[in-house]
């Protein structure tokens, strides 16, 4: 089983670049979402969506697109990257919202931003 | 808004001992998650706990939560190597249909 795949594992940037992190779920799951990890910060919420075509912003999206055209895809896009993005994000996705159910996570994406 | 801590951040026990991990949120969350993070790796669900009193025990584990206190616990009982890990709680805001998560405690089991 696939679960969820993130691409690239790793990437380095420049400042000012632009890219697009990639998400793709098999489980048919309506509620996906972007996480950022820092050291001594936990997961910060960037942006999720609670279907296709419904997106909203979590506690960090400044710097941060996403859109939802299909249930099994969930980019992130980095606009005009920072050093302050470098970080290691996480892509999730859980059925039918969170309520009572729980998030399955992808392995990560290393991103260094120079 | 709320806001999740976790006490300890950083545990190192002994092989056999128990421990208890903290878990105190801000304003009302009805749903309590818990998740492990080995080094370098992605997160692994550990307990959602739906509702006060919960209690849900898997292996040395066992999770609960007091929705009035406005506390969950991880109880470690006699660890082993294999539990050093990272351990996040994390809070469900139902209106915003999110989680927000604590810092995370970093669990050290030495022989």
């Known amino acids: 089983n696939a679960g969820v795949t993130q691409t690239p594992k790793f990437q380095v940037l420049k400042t000012g670049q632009s890219m697009t992190l990639q998400c793709a779920q098999d489980m048919n799951h309506e509620y996906m979402s972007w996480y950022r990890q820092d050291p001594g910060m936990g997961l910060r919420l960037i942006h999720y969506?609670?279907?296709?075509?419904?997106?909203d912003q979590g506690e960090v999206p400044n710097g941060y697109n996403v859109s939802r055209s299909t249930t099994e895809d969930f980019p992130l896009r980095l606009l005009s990257a920072a050093p302050s993005q470098t970080s290691v994000y996480f892509c999730?996705?859980?059925?039918?919202?969170?309520?009572?159910?729980?998030?399955?996570f992808g392995a990560g994406t290393r991103l260094s931003v120079l | 808004e709320l806001k999740v801590e976790q006490n300890p951040l950083f545990l190192s026990m002994q092989e056999g001992k128990n421990y208890t991990i903290y878990c105190n949120y801000s304003?009302?969350?009805?749903?309590l998650y818990w998740y492990r993070q080995d080094p370098g790796k992605s997160l692994e669900s550990l307990f959602v706990?739906?509702?006060?009193?919960a209690v849900k025990q898997e292996g040395r584990l066992m999770a609960s939560l007091d929705t009035k206190a406005r506390l969950s616990t991880l109880h470690i009982t006699a660890a082993v190597h294999d539990l050093s890990a990272t351990y996040f709680c994390a809070g469900y805001t139902g209106t915003a249909s999110k989680l927000t998560f604590g810092t995370g405690t970093r669990l050290q089991v030495t022989l």
């Open positions: 999730a996705s859980s059925p039918q919202g969170l309520a009572k159910n729980i998030q399955y």
């Open positions: 706990l739906l509702s006060n009193g």
């Open positions: 304003t009302t969350s009805d749903r």
């Open positions: 969506s609670v279907g296709a075509g419904i997106t």
